[in-house]
């Protein structure tokens, strides 16, 4: 056995070290990386749930506006939604919701219930729109310039801290006017 | 034995034999041919429920997966190509949703890793060969040496009494 085979242990505790520092600095494997993102949002044709109007994608363009996807069923979109409401409220933040896979009727009362920041939400009952955009779990929140191009995506609640630090300096960028909050 | 208790045993093995029928996607698609069906199980077999950490498409009872069975059945109604179905579904939801990664600089360890490994343990092995044939057992001893081990044979052989 000669001298530098000594240091192999130490080498491979090293390689260990180094791995097991990698999977455990993924603080959560259930956050995939968005295939969609720089990637114009797909095109859909689907109608407005307050009314059944029809709704296109391009008749959402022309300023960057927040996507959010949302359900009555998802336990977690009702946690965030207070959040959802304070941004539309202080900054006027255009929001367009996608009413997913959910069941009309009960999406319109539990918007009449909680409050309603959104500038409208489409209906997604069967979950292609979903589909088209990667969903795989409400909420998730995309943010789209005013090109179409989806430009940040966020899966999971969007809460104070998240909309500070990621979403609002984001869409101050994409030169979106946001309204000062009154002192 | 009663009538009542064989009956109540009958129906208890019936249920344990159906029982495991509870279980796995139970949606069913019609499709053209043989091949295609065929085609649909191998495509939800290597692709992976974005939900879940560790389950393929058709071991998974989430409705993210059962909507992208149907998704998956309607292209290959449609006579998509599996590479085609395998795209569209990447473009949505990124590498996550394969189970066989693509060959990128990202993989290259996943795939070339373990040739590599094996590569690596066969030379240890041949070079620990190699070590063992060049020092196989000590040298023979010199005429001096063998002289001298006779001398120290007698000599043990007379003092241990």
């Known amino acids: ?5 000594l240091f ?55 300023e960057p506006f927040l996507l959010n996807v949302w359900a009555t069923w998802c336990p977690t979109c009702k946690a965030e ?29 539990w918007l009449a219930r909680y409050g309603d920041p959104y500038r409208l939400s489409l209906v997604d009952d069967d979950g292609s729109l979903g589909i088209e955009l990667g969903v795989y779990g409400a909420p998730e929140t995309f943010v789209v310039d005013a090109e179409g191009v989806i430009r940040y995506k966020r899966v999971g609640a969007v809460d104070r801290r998240v909309w500070e630090e990621e979403i609002r300096p984001l869409l101050t960028r994409l030169g979106l006017p946001l309204e000062t909050p009154k002192a | 034995m009663s009538l009542r208790h064989v009956l109540r045993t009958a129906l208890t093995l019936a249920a344990l034999a159906l029982a495991p029928l509870g279980f796995g996607a ?60 395998r795209d569209y579904l990447l473009a949505r939801y990124g590498d996550f949703i394969l189970y066989r990664p693509r060959v990128m600089p990202a993989t290259y360890a996943l795939w070339f890793g373990p040739a590599v490994l094996l590569l690596l343990a066969l030379l240890i092995v041949v070079r620990m060969v190699q070590r063992q044939r060049q020092d196989a057992g000590p040298a023979p001893l010199t005429d001096a040496e063998q002289a001298a081990l006779a001398r120290l044979a007698n000599r043990g052989g007379q003092g241990a009494e």
């Open chain 2, 26 to 85: 139970i949606d069913t698609y019609e499709f053209a041919s043989a091949e295609d069906e065929a085609r649909y199980k191998a495509l939800i077999d290597e692709l992976r429920c974005p939900k879940c950490l560790n389950t393929n498409l058709s071991g998974s009872d989430s409705p993210i997966s059962a909507d992208l069975r149907r998704t998956v059945a309607t292209m290959v109604q449609a006579g998509e190509g599996d590479q085609a179905i």
């Open chain 1, 8 to 62: 192999l242990p130490l080498g491979l505790f090293l390689v260990m070290a180094f791995m097991l520092w990698r999977g455990f600095a993924l603080n959560d494997p259930h956050e995939l990386p968005s295939a969609l993102l720089n990637q114009p949002l797909p095109a859909f044709e689907k109608t407005r749930l307050a009314d059944g109007a029809p709704v296109t994608r391009d008749a959402l363009l022309g």
């Open chain 1, 1 to 5: 056995m000669s001298r530098t085979s």
């Open chain 1, 81 to 109: 939604h207070a959040e959802l409401n304070r941004i539309a409220a202080t900054y006027g933040v255009p929001l367009v919701g996608v009413n997913y896979k959910d069941n009309g009727p009960a999406a319109r009362a």
